[in-house]
């Protein structure tokens, strides 16, 4: 049986107090295996960019069990929430989040020294070539265009050879084609490295191509999960 890598029981959580008090999730149970691609997808609002928060350690519930990667989170204090982050998820976001003064090079590294990995800038220069920057390595966020920027950003987001990839709308600032190469190489690297990606996106077409698709409505997943041809 194949390891569950992802484990969420009758996970809650609202936000705000009183009149303002918002159900953000409701009820939500989900188990991703090692290895698997799962797309996320509904309205805006729904709850699905919380649900990745949750997933990495970055929001905590109000109720249910959160397991990633072996180890509950549950009343974990940040700092040991942010260790483990730093050594089992990777995260892209749609903005890319690049440090503006640093270079392609120092942006992954910089995770990578603050988590004490030895040779850190050798590993970013191999994960910039794996994403296809060997040669613009030197160069600022500002010099680089936006699908270069995002590659940046996974280059930076694999280097701690993570087991869970959390893409949030990774192709939503870019064009259509610069959108398919960065889903391209997404779903190659983590195929190739076996590594679990969550996906949240609105293009439909983009979460058809994970094996699972998850609908969120008003903080419930909505269908049990749906098998979609890879």
Not at 74 to 83: C, M, V
Not at 104 to 133: H, M, Q, S, T
Request: glycine share 12%; with cysteine.
């Amino acid at each position: 049986m194949t390891e569950a890598v992802i484990q969420l029981d009758d996970v809650t959580l609202t936000l705000g107090q009183g009149a303002s008090r918002v159900h953000v999730l409701r009820g939500i149970s989900l188990t991703v295996a090692r290895g698997e691609a799962v797309g996320v997808v509904g309205p805006s609002g729904s709850g699905k960019s919380t649900l990745l928060m949750v997933l990495a350690g970055l929001e905590g519930v109000d109720g249910g069990t959160v397991r990633i990667a072996g180890e509950t989170l549950n009343g974990r204090s940040e700092d040991d929430i942010a260790r483990f982050r730093g050594r089992n998820i990777g995260i892209v976001f749609q903005s890319f989040h690049l440090i503006p003064n640093m270079t392609a090079l120092e942006n992954v590294a910089v995770p990578l020294e603050l988590a004490g990995i030895a040779d850190a800038f050798a590993i970013a220069e191999r994960e910039l070539e794996a994403v296809g920057l060997g040669e613009r390595t030197k160069h600022y966020p500002g010099q680089l265009s936006g699908g270069e920027q995002q590659r940046v950003a996974i280059a930076r987001a694999l280097a701690p050879s993570p087991s869970i990839l959390i893409a949030d709308e990774p192709t939503g600032n870019l064009d259509q084609t610069t959108g398919r190469h960065i889903a391209d190489l997404l779903f190659a690297t983590a195929r190739e490295r076996g590594t679990t990606l969550v996906l949240v996106t609105h293009d439909i077409a983009l979460a058809a191509r994970c094996q699972r698709q998850i609908a969120i409505r008003s903080g419930r997943i909505e269908t049990a999960p749906v098998a979609v041809s890879a």
